[in-house]
């Protein structure tokens, strides 16, 4: 872990459940931290609590599909701090679980899955986290500890998903998944890309954790969740970049 006092991160999906308390905890070691939310009134919300725990928060509006909340993001930094030193790519979705589905994920399988339902993962968990760190990553060089956490999912491992003795052999919902692995793809290329530079690039399994998305069935609690992330954002030069993290044990692709 480094001493990040000072520097300034930006949260996607910030508003509630893993992204606002890693928000929290990045905000507990000195980071003025930005959360974005889709919704103003969210993320307002959110920045508040923070505030009134004694930390340096305040919000933006980030829709991580909108392109034009996201073109706005450089010149928002830019001028309320002159840098961005972390990006934690935390928003994302679920539609392959959702609760009109009584058999589960029956209709989000390889055969079943709709070409619109595969679209809207991808634009939120993919295509939006790409874009993002694309038009921030001027500002991301310039810091002297640059630092992307693209938060991903076990369940985006396809070393796991081949594997019939692993956990996730059975959990086979294609979008999440799917749009999971082209995300830890994102994260091994554009570690490649940024070699050579103070940029580091890694993605993170927070855990089977206890939040909107999670559901009350999950065994983890939403603090420790946030770890993975938080350790990712925070590491030391000589950390790594271009891996694939749980609570600092490296997951296999
Ligand atoms: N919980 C788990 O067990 C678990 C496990 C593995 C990975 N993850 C990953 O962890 C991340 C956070 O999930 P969570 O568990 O904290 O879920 P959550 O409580 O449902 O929070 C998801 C967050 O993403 C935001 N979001 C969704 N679509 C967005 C969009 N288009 N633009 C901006 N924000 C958007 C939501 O905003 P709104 O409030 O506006 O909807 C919310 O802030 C996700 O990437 C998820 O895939 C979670």
Do not use: C
Request: charged content about 20%.
């Amino acid at each position: 872990m480094s001493d990040v006092k000072g520097n300034v991160a930006l949260i996607t999906g910030g508003n509630k459940g893993l992204g606002l308390e890693i928000a929290r905890q990045l905000g507990k070691q000195g980071v003025r931290v930005v959360i974005g939310s889709r919704d103003t009134k969210n993320g307002e919300a959110a920045a508040g609590k923070l505030k009134a725990e004694g930390l340096d928060a305040r919000a933006v509006k980030l829709d991580v599909t909108n392109a034009g909340d996201i073109a706005a993001l450089p010149g928002f930094f830019q001028k309320n701090y002159g840098r961005l030193d972390i990006l934690v790519n935390n928003a994302g979705v679920n539609f392959d679980f959702d609760g009109e589905d009584p058999a589960g994920w029956a209709s989000s399988t390889a055969g079943t899955i709709t070409p619109d339902r595969l679209r809207k993962t991808f634009e939120a968990n993919f295509i939006g986290p790409v874009s993002i760190a694309q038009v921030l990553l001027p500002l991301l060089k310039a810091s002297p500890a640059g630092r992307i956490v693209n938060q991903s999912s076990i369940l985006g491992s396809l070393a796991l998903h081949s594997d019939p003795k692993s956990m996730i052999y059975n959990t086979k919902p294609l979008g999440y998944n799917a749009s999971k692995a082209a995300l830890n793809m994102f994260t091994v290329h554009l570690a490649y890309e940024l070699k050579g530079t103070k940029v580091k690039v890694n993605s993170a399994h927070p855990g089977w954790v206890k939040t909107d998305m999670g559901s009350s069935a999950a065994p983890m609690e939403i603090p420790d969740g946030a770890k993975t992330a938080v350790a990712l954002a925070t590491l030391a030069e000589d950390g790594p970049t271009g891996g694939y993290f749980h609570m600092g044990e490296r997951l296999p692709w």
